[in-house]
């Protein structure tokens, strides 16, 4: 599992698809992202904690999120 590319202390929950190479992101520094007004939208679940970013994200972002 890879390690968040951020705090680099975490395993990652998700990886950003919209970077290349794609970035791993744990889900405390996601959230943080989120809550900044810079959300992951294009992301693939790769650990513990995607499906609680999903929630975070849904609840906390005014972001327009892709469907399809």
């Keep these: 599992m890879p390690i968040c590319a951020e705090c680099r202390t975490v395993d990652a929950a998700i ?4 970077v290349d190479p ?10 943080v992202l ?3 007004g810079d959300p992951v939208l294009n992301y693939r679940n790769v650990g513990d904690g995607a499906a609680e970013y999903s929630r975070v994200l849904c ?3 005014t972001a327009v ?4």
């Design 59 to 61: 609840g906390r972002s």
């Design 22 to 31: 794609p970035r791993p992101w744990c889900l405390g520094c996601a959230t």
């Design 15 to 18: 990886e950003d698809l919209d």
């Design 65 to 68: 999120l892709p469907f399809g």
């Design 34 to 36: 989120v809550a900044a």
